[in-house]
Structures are given as structure tokens and as C-alpha cells.
């Protein structure tokens, strides 16, 4: 998309850049990622005055220049290189009005990088209400930039900062408020006499951190460090004098700025909430009181758009039947491709509720007390308080809660946390167990409020929870390292959900469920069909022959009996159900027969592939009758025994293996990329897989 401004979101966390981000470029924005590296890069458009096309990329938050990880680093990456592909015209920095003189030491490094800024206090409406008054004026004549304030949440204050993006210029001038040059000037003049620049802060920083720009050669790296080790420069003892100067001009520049009238009142709300909420005992009760609700949540208010969703793909494929002419095509088609999106399509309403409760829980501030309230936990089983954040994150999906353990500075606390955040039971096993639930567990009330299949899906949640706290505690003796861990955290005060962010995380998260799992699961679904079609000409030339002859002696009634025994037959002796016998005597003892077997193997490259499978399996397997794919599943019946295949039994056995079984390539991928090492995934796969079978062994052999 052509572009006529670049610009930059700059702030600290819990300052509302991203809500910001959002509200600019509404859904004008993809994700993707920083060349080189694993980390989110989200990009939007907007137009601004006169008809200008900006293009704003959403940095990650970060309290300084200094990165204290992966994700920090990039925002001195972009703005200290202006050959990176990212580099900004301007940078919009987003501070927090409530707590202004830690916002503005960003601003002043960001500053003096000599980048045009425009300064967007946000949340200025909660600041008034805490008693903080800000002169914008005289602020913004002392800094020697534009202020704006605004309100991401209430939406105001966008006009006049797209006005503000318009009169800032790509060659303003930025003052530098703290002289760094004192802090090691004849290294300084060697670095700037070597990049040909007169910006002594850009000197500065690459002295401290040039390894992080891909910009330089080998040779400028090794001049670099030369002149680091003739100069002793000690990078930490400068950053803290640079700090302590910069916190000595901002109390300057706001002397007089910033009047706070309302210090007594100030956080009393928040305070007197986190009294009751991270209660050491309160707080765990209301926690789990919050979990009753969601997951009875997502049943009871699941059930009708999912019964319209799942009707309307039995109506597409007997319409199809209807008027398709009959054929290959039109059997793939149906009964391939259309089966397996449906078996997608039909958890869009359970999956948008669960990231609308997410996206609530944290925009409220509760997602961070409950991170508070697990530290103390966590330490005991080995894991760093940093680890409930990938943990929690592993609700939606492991994948990026792994890349977020790069925020764990220990070593062995990451490697932990790495190693048991995809047991925690993520969006993907959600249509697994909501589908195997709804076929073995009656759909009724408990003391007359609480649904007994969102109590046994908060159960499934419970378990695989658990057994990542187990398995963490085993490896803190297996795995050995010196460094101690610490957990800080700055817990933002309760506000009121902002709902189109909630509604635009569920359509947000809805349409990649679908896209990219619809994507695997209709290529898996395609594959599958064709191997559930076709088998060996020999044994499908014996068993039209086998029905031929009956036919031949049989009235007309019992022709669609015969015919339906005939698909069995044909679907057992196809590729597919080939595959499924040689499997099958690992997987009997767990309940499962060859069709299950067949789901199993295709999870691997998606857990949800799961209930595309069954629904193409049962579509192929099916004499012509359209049925919803859980009444084809609750009807299905075991050859030998005459017994329904999913038993309470072999359902919860089916459910364990699924919550524990390490059945997701991605993130074996993405475990490979953030340890350097095949040795951790392969680890991973071996132990998840073991405890997925020998969990399902005993649930099956107790319960049959």
C-alpha cells in the first residue's frame, strides 16, 4: 500500500500504545514479523489530513532504550538505524498522563536520538479524576516538541494529534536536554567520527549496544569493541549516570508542569479492589469463581449459534448432493473439503468467547493481579512469576507464549517454562473436548447454575494446568543452572473493559482460528479423503464382487443397507483405514479403534485437525444420509461388541491424550528456533507423548 508518512508508536507498557494503534488503524492492519527475527511487527494505515496515507507500525512497549529482551531490543533497532525497513518519518510517543515523569525518560532517549517526535499523553481523562493537572503548553514549549492529549479509550484528542503528526516535520530539530557527552567523550568523538554523525547520543548508545544493528560490518563490531576496551567503558555504570541525569532534567521540565491536587485519592479504588481480588485466599476463591463462569459461559452461550452453524453445513452438503452432478469432484468437494470446514467453522462461537473473556481480563488489569497472586506458587514448583504470563498466554495458544519467555532473564526458568507451557491446554484442544463432551456429558444443571459440561471442560483446563506445574517442579531438579530469578511487575489500575477492543480481539482471533487452522485442516481434509476413497484395485475389486453376489440374491428394500455396509467395508480396506489397522493395536488398549487412530495421526500437524477427520471420515464412511458430525460420532458403533465407539470411558481417555500430547508442529517449530536445539523439542515430543499415553492407559482401563 503506497505510504506518504512513516510513523512509529513509541511508549512504555500499560500506556495504551497499542489501543491507540487500533483506534487509528481500526481493521486497516496485519501482523507480521521484524525481518531476521520471531518478533510481532503489527503495521496499519491511516489517512491524515489532506488526504495523506501514513503507515504506523506499533513498536513493542518498553520502559527505556535499554532492552531488557528480545522484544525491547527492536525499538533501538528501528530508531537508531535509518536503513531499516521500518525506520519512521516521526515517532508518536504514548505516555501515561498519571505517571508522567517515568513516561518522559523514553521520550528524552528517544529524543535525543534526533528522530521527530510528537508527545501523546494519553489516559489525561483519569488523570484528571486522580487530581493531576497538566499544562500542555508550557510542557510542550519546554520540551521543544508538540503535546498533545488525548484519550485512546474515550477517543478523544485523535483530531488534533493527526493534526499535530501534519505540522511535524522529518527535518525538526530535537534538543538535547542531557548532555551525555560528558559520560565518555573521547569514545563518543572515535564512534561519531566513524558513522559520520554529530549526534552524540547515537554515538553513546552504539558504544552500548551496536551488537543489536545488523547495519555495521564485522570490522565496524570489532572497531567498536576496540575502542570500548582502550576507553573503559563501562556500559552499566553509564547507563545508571545517564538515568539519574536525565530524571535530574525532568524534574526540571516539570516543575511547575504537573500540579497533583489529588495525591490522597490517588489509586485508593485500585487499592481497595487489590485488598479483596489478591487476598491470599479471597483472591483464589474469585479466581476460580471467574473460571465457573467463563467456561459454563461458553457453553450455555455457544449452543444455539453453534446448533445454526452446524445445521447450515448439513443443509450446503445435502443441497450439494441435490444439485452437483455426482462425482468425484462433487464427492471431495462435499464430503471432503466442505466436512472439514465445518468442523472448523462451528467452534468460531466458543473461541470468540473465550478471547472476548481474555481480551476482558486483561483490559480491566485483572490478568496482571492474577500473575501477582501466582508468583509466590510458581517459585515453589521452579518457575520464575515471569512464567505465569506465557502460562496464562497458553490459554489461547503456546506458540507465541513461548516467544514471550524471552522476557525470563534466568536461563533455566525460561527453559522451564519452554518446556511445559504447551501442556497447558490452548484454543486448539477447546473444539477437541468441547466436541467429545457434548457426546458423552449430559447437558444439564448442577445445584441449578452451573452447566456440567463447562464444569467438566473447566476440569480438562484444571488437569492440563497441573500437570505443567508437575512437570515444572520434576525438571527444577533435573535441570541445573547457577542465576537466581526476580519478578517485577507494575500492576496497572482497573478500568472498564474498552469493548470494541474486546470485540475486535474476537473477530481478530476468530478469523486467524479459521484461516489457520481452516487452512491445514481443508489440505489435511483433502489428503484424507482421497486416502479414505482410494485402496489397493485388488481389495476393492473383492468386495464389489462380495456385494454384487448379495445383491443378486436380495430384494430392493435392502439395497441401502447393503450399500452403506459396502462404504464401511471400502473405508476399512482404503489407504486410510490401512494406516489406521497398523496403529491400532498400540491404541486399543486406550479405547480407540482405526478411524480414532486416523484423527491422531493427522492432530500432529493440528490438534483441531481432529474434528475435521472425524467429520470427513464419517462423511466418506457414511451411504448418502447427511447427519450433523456429532450425531454420526454418537451413533457410531464398534463392529465387534454392537456398543457405541465413544463410550464415557474412551472419551475422557481420548480427551487426556489430547490435553497432553505434544501434537502440534508449530510449536515443536518454534521451540527448535528460540532454544538454537533439536535436544529440547525432542525431549518435548518424547515426554508429552509418553504422559499423553500412559494418562489415556489408565483413564480407559479404570473407566471401561
Known sequence: MAKDIKIALVGNPNTGKSTLFNLLTGLN?????????????????????????????????????????????????????????????????????????????????????????????????????????????????????????????????????????????????????????????????????????????????????????????????????????????????????????????????????????????????????????????????????????????????????????????????????????????????????????????????????????????????????????????????GLSGKSVVPMIGSLACAVPSIMSARNIESWKDRIITIMVAPLVSCSARLPVYTLLISLVVPEKMVWGFINLQGLTLMGMYIISISAAVLVAFVMKFLIKAKEKSYFIMELPVYRMPRWTNVIYTMYEKSKTFVFEAGKVIIAISIILWVLATYGPSERFAEIDKKYEAIEAQKDSVQISTLERDRAAEKLENSYAGILGHVIEPAIKPLGFDWKIGIALITSFAAREAFVGTMATIYSVDSDGEVATIRNKMRGAKDPDTGLPVFTFATAFSLMLFYAFAMQCMSTVAIVFRETKSWKWPVIQILYMTGMAYVASLIAYQLLK
Open 29 to 381: 492492519q496485519k501482523i507480521g514479523n521484524f525481518p531476521g527475527i520471531t518478533v510481532d511487527k503489527k503495521v496499519g494505515y491511516c489517512k491524515l489530513a489532506d488526504n495523506k496515507q501514513a503507515e504506523i507500525i506499533d513498536l513493542p512497549g518498553t520502559y527505556s532504550l535499554y532492552p531488557k529482551s528480545k522484544d525491547e531490543s527492536i525499538v533501538f533497532q528501528v530508531l537508531a538505524d535509518k536503513k531499516n525497513s521500518s525506520y519512521p518519518d516521526i515517532v508518536v510517543l504514548v505516555a501515561d498522563a498519571t505517571n508522567l515523569r517515568r513516561n518522559l525518560l523514553l521520550y528524552s532517549q528517544v529524543a535525543d536520538l534526533g528522530v521527530p517526535v510528537v508527545l501523546a499523553l494519553n489516559m489525561t481523562d483519569m488523570a484528571k479524576k486522580e487530581g493531576i493537572d497538566i499544562d500542555i503548553n508550557k510542557l510542550s514549549e519546554r520540551l521543544g516538541v508538540q503535546v498533545v492529549a488525548i484519550s485512546a479509550r474515550s477517543n478523544s484528542g485523535l483530531a488534533e494529534l493527526k493534526q499535530a503528526i501534519n505540522n511535524t516535520t522529518a527535518i525538526a530539530t530535537q534538543v538535547e536536554g542531557t548532555d551525555v557527552h560528558v559520560l565518555a567523550p573521547e569514545a563518543i568523538a572515535l564512534v561519531k567520527q566513524h558513522i559520520k554523525t554529530d549526534n552524540n547520543y547515537l554515538a553513546l548508545q552504539i558504544l552500548h549496544q551496536h551488537q543489536h544493528l545488523n547495519t555495521f560490518s564485522a570490522q565496524d563490531h570489532e572497531l567498536f569493541e576496540r575502542i570500548i576496551a582502550e576507553h573503559t567503558f563501562e556500559s552499566s555504570k553509564l547507563q545508571a549516570a545517564e538515568t539519574i541525569a536525565r530524571y535530574r532534567y525532568l524534574s526540571g521540565v516539570l516543575s511547575g508542569v504537573v500540579k497533583d491536587t489529588g495525591a490522597a485519592k490517588k489509586f485508593v479504588f485500585s487499592d481497595k479492589l487489590d485488598s479483596i481480588l489478591t487476598n491470599k485466599f479471597w483472591g483464589f476463591l474469585i479466581f476460580i469463581g471467574i473460571l465457573f463462569f467463563i467456561f459454563n459461559s461458553i457453553f450455555s452461550w455457544s449452543s444455539y449459534p453453534m446448533e445454526l452453524i452446524e445445521y447450515a453445513f448439513v443443509w450446503l452438503t445435502e443441497y450439494g448432493h441435490q444439485h452437483l452432478p455426482d462425482g468425484i469432484l462433487t464427492n471431495l468437494l462435499l464430503d471432503g473439503v466442505l466436512a472439514g470446514l465445518g468442523g472448523v467453522v462451528i467452534f468460531i462461537p466458543q473461541i470468540a468467547i473465550l478471547f472476548a473473556f481474555i481480551s476482558i481480563l486483561e483490559d480491566t488489569g485483572y490478568m496482571a493481579r492474577v500473575t501477582f497472586m501466582m508468583d509466590k506458587i510458581m517459585r515453589k514448583f
